[in-house]
């Protein structure tokens, strides 16, 4: 399924769309690129999107190579109108692609894609054998907690953000619809996930539901 299919919109209004779904979207983006060591040769990007991440990192390592992996051809058609020629695109799901060696991997709004943790444990292991000593895997994502009360409060969050552009009947059917279709991993259970897998996770930023966790190898 195409990410535009995934999220009920057109490709040509997917970057316009996305900041009505997920509050302090910039703010995140803007949180990861930060993250990344300037140095940095080698960037991987998973689930490239339109490019949104990437590009921001492209302007804080300005001497890296990208390699931009999507499983959505057309997407990654958008992304290659925003990126420049450092930029390689690979059409191919995340969790079969191969990794280059690199020194960062990152990752918007794709890994709750993975439908186990399982899968995920497994993804954890490649990123870590991909990366260059010191290297950083610096994910935006989608982990609420796993106390039932909190994790009430930060959907109903979540709602109200949707509600500022959609009927209260749409945004709880988005909710409804991508609840389907994504695995959301409680934050203490995603860091266990990196930690067992070999990578020293820690939390760059965190508001309601959402986070940016930066792991080191």
Request: hydrophobic share 50%.
């Amino acid at each position: 399924m195409s990410v535009t299919s995934h999220l009920g919109i057109r490709l040509d209004e997917y970057d316009a769309r996305i900041r009505t779904f997920i509050p302090d979207y910039e703010e995140m983006l803007d949180v990861a690129a930060a993250a990344l060591p300037r140095a940095t040769k080698v960037l991987v990007d998973l689930g490239t999107g339109t490019g949104a991440l990437a590009a921001r990192c492209a302007a804080v390592a300005r001497g890296a190579r990208l390699v931009a992996i999507d499983a959505d051809a057309d997407i990654l058609g958008v992304a290659a109108t925003r990126l420049d020629s450092r930029a390689t695109f690979v059409a191919e799901n995340f969790l079969r692609a191969a990794l280059p060696r690199c020194d960062a991997v990152v990752a918007s709004f794709s890994l709750h894609h993975v439908r186990t943790r399982a899968a995920k444990a497994r993804l954890y292991r490649r990123i870590k054998s991909a990366l260059a000593r010191d290297g950083v895997l610096i994910s935006v994502d989608c982990h609420p907690s796993r106390d039932d009360a909190i994790a009430r409060r930060q959907r109903a969050a979540w709602l109200a953000y949707l509600e500022r552009s959609y009927s209260p009947r749409q945004a709880a059917g988005f909710l409804r619809a991508w609840a389907r279709e994504d695995a959301y991993v409680p934050l203490d259970a995603e860091l266990g996930l990196l930690q067992a897998n070999g990578l020293r996770p820690e939390v760059l930023w965190r508001r309601q539901a959402f986070a940016v966790v930066c792991a080191r190898r």
